[in-house]
């Protein structure tokens, strides 16, 4: 095969893994506030958080729904460290975690090892 395909072709692989970690769009949830004014956020747990990324409001309560649909044992727990929050959630099924964020600022959230990762933006 010619030399210049296959150094082109890396270039592109190259150029595609870092857009992907560096400049591809995270899609960032905004919370839906409930009629009683909880900010209230689904977020599915498989092989990762789905949104991962949230936004919410401070000064309101939160609701996070988490929704753990596998066995793998590395999403069973679930931390917050931030807020002190270090939880199991059961699996297939759906675990709620409230709080009320009283300033701006992130809210990482990861599993027990730190692999999967989310945050929760919350804003002003
Ligand atoms: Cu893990």
Redesign the pocket.
Known sequence: MNPWIIALAGTAAIALVNWYFFLAPKAVANAQTTAGGTQEVNIDVEGGYTPSQVRVKSGAPVRLVFHRKEKS???E?LVISELGIRRFLKPFEKTIIEFTPTQPGSLPFT??????RGNIQVEG
């Open positions: 044992p590395c999403s727990e599993c027990g090892m730190n692999m999967l």
